[in-house]
């Protein structure tokens, strides 16, 4: 009977640890669609970013002229040297002084020029808009050339929260899912992957949209790319509490558990047997 029980309570042990074990399956990404994995429309559209109030752009002006670069690049000696920190995550220090803000009211103050509106513009409209107010401006002084001008958003990040928590900078114009979770060092094994959460806020308007990273039909859909500002929430699943994430790990955790039952069994079942010896031996001397 007690070997019974104790057969009872090992199967379910192990039973309950290894449905805490974290599989291929709950891990793995590029996998087929199925009753588990959803399967994703054919929705992928990109559509360049379009400027919104708090951005900060750089602007680099090419010109023929000396006196015109010097005019409107202060912030430093090649716009090469911007490109290069933005692709490091860092658009700091000097540059910074030199960027421009979109205000309240969509307007970024561009010297000799004035008010610019660029609220929901692409950097490309932002370039034409420039080029043509400076075209206008410039082209009646002596020696003018042709004008052309290079507009970055600097500043640019992602957040991830719930999994390697932090801020990303976002280093090129088109940033996938994955490309964003690799930046954070990729999830970890009790990290979900079917349930995560992207909240998104795009002209006022907040939404909270979910998805399955590992369908791989996630590359044709609206989820594929991120956009700057984006939160990605990751959140634990079920059986990390256990802290169990390799069959020796289940192994030894059960044996452990088992042994310690069984200790705690044989000091109770012991006292046990003194008592009834105890009762027993008093009761045969009262019958004498």
């Known amino acids: 009977m007690n070997i019974s029980i104790r057969n009872i309570v090992f199967f379910s042990l192990v039973a309950l640890a290894l449905s805490s074990c974290v599989t291929a399956r709950k891990v793995n990404y590029m996998q087929d669609p199925d009753r588990y994995i959803p399967s994703y429309a054919d929705t992928l559209s990109y559509e360049d970013y379009q400027m919104r109030i708090g951005d900060r752009l750089y602007v680099y002006v090419y010109s023929l002229d000396e006196k015109i670069q010097k005019m409107y690049n202060a912030g430093g000696s090649s716009a090469s040297q911007m490109r290069q920190q933005m692709s490091q995550g860092n658009t700091r220090g000097s540059y910074e002084l030199y960027t421009y803000l979109v205000d309240e009211e969509g307007f970024i103050d561009f010297p000799t020029i004035g008010k610019v509106h660029v609220l929901g513009c692409t950097t490309r409209e932002v370039k034409h808009k ?7 401006l410039l082209k ?64 006022g308007v907040t939404t909270i949209k979910t998805f399955d990273v590992r369908s791989k039909d996630i590359v044709n859909s609206e989820f594929y790319y991120i956009e700057p500002n984006d939160i ?7 059986g990390y509490s256990f802290g169990i994430n390799h069959v020796t790990s ?10 310690f039952g069984v200790f705690i069994y044989s000091i109770v079942q012991t006292g046990i047997n003194h008592v009834n010896k105890y009762y027993g031996n008093k009761g045969e001397g009262g019958g004498q």
């Open 140 to 203: 009646e002084m002596p020696g003018y050339s042709t004008i052309s001008v290079e507009v970055n958003i600097v500043n640019r990040s992602f957040s991830i929260i719930g999994a390697q928590s932090g801020r990303y900078s976002i280093s090129k114009d088109k940033m996938t899912i994955f490309e964003a979770l690799a930046m954070a060092g990729d999830l970890r094994e009790f990290n979900s992957r079917k349930e995560i959460k992207l909240v998104r806020e795009k002209n």
């Open 130 to 136: 420039l080029e043509k107010e400076l075209s206008t």
């Open 250 to 259: 289940v192994i030894s955790v059960t044996a452990a558990t088992i042994s």
């Open 232 to 238: 990605i929430y990751i959140r634990q699943i079920p």
